[in-house]
């Protein structure tokens, strides 16, 4: 696939402004620290600045009103957003250059009751079970399970290994990568007064809104009773723990490692950093940024409020209590000193 590309083309894809040779091509794209003649690359991070006088870039996608500190060899596209802008010439280029599969694998099987749209893929050893719905252009990849009484919106894709039971809902235009499993049960065990623990039945299932993106090995449990919910643009990174009845409400990311405990609600535009631990039954405020490896104890009702430590605490108290912590040895041997200090004057007045 055609790689090969003028300033000027690319400036007209992304809605940029072309500063230097609207001719000159590309042939590939590079990290700024790495691009050699021919390559593409961006800056939107204030930190890469100095390389945008060393690279070898032949072009540079960097923001408007960005203003230079010494003059650049690379033809510059000046637009809003550089992060954005490069974002969909990704986007653009996996498109074309990947293409979409689209048929049915002599290895795979779909039950008879099943229905589907057009431009259906479905890979080697993939299972389709029972009264499942598949809209148009849903890509089934190998080895993955999709259960009895499923539905998958327009143009989603189940990559290898993905496991969805039994009657979960995801919506259109997601990604779920591989080895992900929708729909296991929660973890409910009631207690016996002889020490051990009954199963809980969970009846419930998975609903997963339109455009969410959930990363490799990644576990939601269905509900108890009624839904897990994941909401519309949700992004979820690899290794992510997702209880019974939690709720993640629209455009909200959250990182590898995290775990949510049962019944949690997280609310709209959210950030969570790794490692971030949630306890059950609490709610978290829309626009809430957590940081890594805190450990959320109680609900925020605050929104578009930082946190960060275990337990959470709004950021700037937690580093100043992590400032009054470090200062801990200082003071445990000011005390000795002044220990000392009074067992010598007691010396004196005995």
Not at 209 to 238: F, H, P, Q, W, Y
Not at 263 to 287: D, E, L, P, W, Y
Request: aromatic share 6%; charged share 20%.
């Amino acid at each position: 696939m055609r790689m090969e590309f003028t300033v000027k083309e690319i400036a007209d894809f992304v809605n940029g402004t072309v500063e230097g040779n609207p001719q000159t091509v590309v042939k590939d794209f590079a990290r700024i620290e790495h691009a050699q003649e021919g390559c593409l690359s961006f800056m939107a991070n204030p930190k890469y600045e100095p390389h945008l006088y060393t690279t070898k870039a032949s072009v540079l996608i960097i923001a408007d009103d960005l203003e230079l500190k010494h003059p650049i060899a690379a033809s510059l596209i000046r637009v809003p957003d550089p992060y954005s802008a490069f974002s969909m010439l990704l986007e653009e280029y996996s498109r074309r250059n990947n293409g979409k599969p689209v048929g049915i694998e002599p290895l795979s099987y779909i039950h008879e009751s099943a229905t589907y749209g057009e431009d259906l893929y479905l890979g080697p050893f993939a299972y389709v079970g029972k009264n499942v719905r598949l809209g148009r252009g849903v890509q089934i990849h190998a080895q993955a399970y999709i259960g009895d009484d499923v539905v998958i919106g327009d143009n989603t894709i189940v990559h290898s290994g993905v496991k969805i039971y039994h009657q979960c809902q995801l919506g259109a235009d997601c990604i779920i990568h591989a080895g992900t499993v929708i729909g296991s049960d929660g973890f409910g065990f009631a207690p016996q007064a002889d020490g051990t623990f009954q199963k809980v039945p969970q009846i419930g299932n998975v609903v997963v809104g339109d455009e969410v993106e959930i990363g490799s090995n990644c576990s939601i449990d269905r509900a108890t009773m009624g839904s897990t919910v994941i909401k519309n643009g949700v992004k979820l990174d690899n290794l992510i723990q997702i209880a019974h009845n939690v709720i993640i409400e629209e455009n909200t990311v959250i990182a590898a490692q995290t775990g949510i405990s049962g019944s949690t609600q997280i609310g709209k535009n959210c950030m969570i950093g790794g490692q971030v631990g949630f306890v059950g039954h609490i709610q978290i405020a829309k626009g809430s940024k957590i940081n890594a490896q805190s450990g959320v104890a109680k609900s925020i009702k605050k929104p578009n409020t930082a946190w960060n430590g275990s337990p959470a605490r709004e950021f700037r108290q937690s580093y100043k209590t992590m400032a009054h912590i470090n200062q801990i040895p200082a003071l445990k041997e000011q005390i000795k000193q002044l220990e000392a200090q009074v067992a010598m004057l007691m010396e004196k007045l005995a």
